[in-house]
Nanobody
């Protein structure tokens, strides 16, 4: 059974930093990523990383956020620097093996950036 445990959200002032973690159990996933959903908006991709280390970022976070993973720990991280109020959202971990079953979602962690 797949489980995703997220941690690291919280309240921070604009310009500050937070680090999110998502530990997966039950399977190894070739693609791990982070999405976010702000109130009244659709869920959007923030960043994703393959098991080989290739990354993809939303334009809005390039240069400020860094995604990484520890394959041995089956954990993905999102280092968020220079946070802005518009980064306020619930952040969700997402993992999948393309072509091999469903993707899975974490429970979500709130990130709030005050101005």
């Amino acid at each position: 059974q797949v489980q995703l445990v997220e941690s690291g959200g919280g309240l921070v002032q604009a310009g500050g930093s937070l680090r999110l973690s998502c530990a997966a159990s039950g399977s190894f996933f070739s693609i791990m990523g982070w999405y976010r959903q702000a109130p009244g908006k659709q869920r959007e991709l923030v960043a994703a990383i393959t098991s080989g280390g290739s990354t993809n970022y939303a334009d809005s976070v390039k240069g400020r956020f860094t995604i990484s993973r520890d394959n041995a720990k089956n954990t993905v991280y999102l280092q968020m620097n220079s946070l802005k109020p518009e980064d306020t959202a619930v952040y969700y971990c997402n993992v999948l093996n393309p072509g091999y079953g469903p993707d899975y979602w974490g429970q979500g962690t709130q990130v709030t950036v005050s101005s």
